[in-house]
């Protein structure tokens, strides 16, 4: 195969994700396929539409966009344990905002996003009939999530030299592409299919239509740390796209996280996973906060804070689901576990690798030594492992709910758009036995922090409610403007198109 100098061949002018050397700047392409018009081969735009469905897997690790998003607000901490979990402090930082340049999975999540976005390119320039209109879906997905935690987005304009260094758009720039792509593609994508949201779909174009609406105020707003301001029109936006949506809430909350969490009706795109073959990713929702003698066996890392915790009623079915199969098969409640850890059956208590109890406790530091390096923290699963497949699961990963799209519309109205949130909010905690949040602001980001805990919304959210640079636990000062938005990785800035966000 041709070998090209990998900083110009792939779209985000940096190292391609997942392991490829930032020293080495004379690598070949990775996924093997070459720009038709400039080296004459063909393009399977098959593979490459595929290729980027698979890609929406890269959200379901521990790392990149994941702890971006979650690690970096008050939902998600990652201790160091001794010797374990230190990662040159990978975990730390980002929970306490001091991330640089060169952080790791700031550049791996640039990386995996942008690498995405070549793919969808290529099937947008070269592929045919409904191949388009679900790349340029993928696409806008991918170029979202690079607007949201990077600001400026590289891009390139069809037909252009892959010697060259891709433009840039400005966060507002970026913002009214996506909006216009997703605009111009909702109605040529089909309906979305029973038991099998992993395609590109109406309902997925209009909740992400939704989403940038909301997120306008921010997206456009003069400096990155505001203030902001949310356009009525844009609000009226988010409730007209939200009521676009044909859908409905599953009658329990678990429905959308169990092995066969395709059946959920509200799920409204979803990354496929299949049991005994790919999507193994799927089982860091478990392992990365379970202890090493809990069945299944995790690796005794991340733990949520008791100030998180203690937002939830202890009986919110949300947060504990200890049906009878699950305590059978695993013999502690799915959810967030705090207190004594039991072996399958939900009688026999476990111990730690000292022989104490495995007690975990709401109180935890970023250094845990001593009696409870193994036990500091409340630990979470979002998931309910597929007893059947431990390691390559059948659960599919959510981007996005119906729950989430009523929670929009909710704000949206609040923030000045028409309508009437009615019984959103009742509807929201039903499921959860618990009393319904306020129908105010305050309310709404309650809600939103309790019903789509660890689902990658948190830092969207905190930010979009002023919350995200504040005193919290485990953070004790106010961060500094920057971190408001992650820097450019340092192997991009080869690209002199790209400027480094203000204060890195």
Known sequence: MKRINIIKSIFFVSTIALGVSCTNLDEEVLDGFVNSAEDGGAINTAALLQSSYEGLRSFETQGQMFALDEMSTDALVGPTRGGDWDDNATWRQIHVHTWAPDHNEVRNAWNALLSNVYNCSLVVENGTGAEV???????????????????????????SKLTDDPKVWT??????????????????????????????????????????YLNKGVFTAAAAAGPYTF????????????????????????????????????????????????????????????????????????????????????????????????????????GFQVGQMYKPGGTAALNDRRGNPLFFTPAVTLITSGTTLETAGIRM?????????????????????YSDALLMKAEAILRGGTGSVGTIMSDIAARSGQAASAATLDGVYLERGKELWLEGWRRNDMVRFGKFLAVRELKPYVSADKYILFPIPADALFNANLKQNPGY
């Open 133 to 159: 209109p679900q790349a340029r879906f993928l696409r806008a997905f991918y170029y979202y999530n690079v607007i949201d935690l990077f600001g400026q987005v590289p891009y390139r304009e069809a037909g």
């Open 171 to 212: 966060r507002t720039e970026a913002t009214d592409f996506v909006i216009s792509e997703l605009e111009a593609v909702v109605a040529q994508l089909p309906a979305r299919t029973v038991n099998d949201a992993s395609f590109a779909n109406k309902d997925a174009a209009h909740f992400l239509l939704a989403k940038l």
């Open 231 to 334: 356009a009525a029109a844009d609000m009226n936006k988010v409730v007209g796209h939200i009521n676009a949506i044909s859908s409905s809430l599953a009658s329990d909350y678990w429905d959308n996280f169990k092995p066969a969490n395709n059946t959920s009706p509200e799920i409204l795109f979803s990354a496929k996973n299949i049991r005994g073959g790919a999507g193994g990713g799927i089982q860091y929702h478990w392992r990365m906060s379970m202890h090493y003698n809990q069945t299944p066996d995790g690796w005794n890392g991340f733990s949520t804070v008791a100030e998180y915790y203690n937002k939830f009623n202890p009986n919110d079915r949300r947060i504990k689901n200890a049906d009878p199969a699950i305590i059978a098969a695993f013999g502690n409640p799915v």
């Open 381 to 401: 699963q979002k998931y309910i492992p597929d007893a059947a497949n431990i390691n390559t699961p059948d659960n599919d990963y959510v981007f996005m709910r």
